[in-house]
């Protein structure tokens, strides 16, 4: 298996602190976000090679990060050749850049650079084991708000996608859909047929949503929490979470 890690967005809304330097490094508790997902992802035999993929802008950076790591599973920092948010390829656009110019043939995990989370990824591979199938993570939420921001999905008794919404008026569940994905070597060529029939190129849920209805995708419910860190004002509250936890 291998993992490919999203950091191509340019963080706008973050500016000034993004403005020249990457979203997935900045600090909450003292460590970079990117780290903490790099220690799920090292808890995984499974995952034998990471492709972190990112912009022109941000790639001295993520090399510099990568260089000091000395990660034992090795990473292969991609620059997908953008330099503003005007001309970004998009989250679906730089997986499929990522699979075809790296040449990957493999099941991929694939997570977003900037996803602060506090459940087991080993739990998500155990589960995407008994589906060999596309799967995706979901959390129940109340929150309607959240809802109408986020992919929303419907599931069956065997929790599998019955409908998914990308950013819905109407939330037809409470299931959120969060930015981590397990998908069979089978299903890496669909991207490049998703692209080509001029679909979204951004938000990964929309990937799902054209998925689904081609072949059984699931979702597994994860407990815990999924921070979104997209504001200084969430930036901020998570790293006084954070703090609080490694005092």
């Known amino acids: 298996m291998k993992c490919i890690l999203l950091c191509a967005g340019y963080a706008t809304r973050l500016f000034p602190l993004t403005e020249n330097f990457p979203k997935a490094l900045l600090k909450v508790g003292g460590r970079a976000l990117l780290d903490y997902i790099l220690d799920e992802v090292n808890s995984l035999d ?17 090399e510099d990060w990568a260089k000091e790591k000395q990660n034992a599973k090795p990473i292969t920092v991609i620059n997908d050749g953008t330099y503003t948010n ?24 694939i997570i977003a650079g900037d996803n602060l989370f506090t459940f087991k990824l080993r739990d998500f591979v155990d589960f995407y084991k008994t589906k060999n199938a596309p799967s995706v993570c979901v959390r129940e939420e109340s929150d309607i708000n959240l809802l109408k921001r986020v ?29 981590e994905y397990i998908y069979p070597k089978a299903v890496l060529p669909v991207f490049k047929e998703y692209l080509a ?33 997209g504001t200084h004002d969430a930036l901020a509250q998570v790293n006084e979470i954070y703090n609080n936890k490694n005092k």
């Open 46 to 62: 499974e995952v034998d090679e990471i492709f972190l993929v990112t912009n022109a802008k941000y790639t001295p950076h993520f």
């Open 151 to 179: 992919g929303v999905a419907v599931l069956d008794e065997n929790n599998k996608i019955t409908n998914f919404e990308e950013k819905p008026a109407e939330p037809k569940s409470k299931y959120a859909v969060y930015a």
């Open 197 to 229: 029939e001029g679909h979204s190129n951004d938000a990964p849920g929309n990937f799902v949503a054209y998925l689904y209805e081609k072949m059984p995708t699931y979702a597994y419910a994860f407990t815990g929490e999924c921070y979104d860190v």
């Open 86 to 109: 005007d001309d970004r390829l998009g989250a679906i656009g730089d997986i499929n850049y990522t699979i075809e110019k790296c040449g990957i043939n493999d099941d991929v995990l």
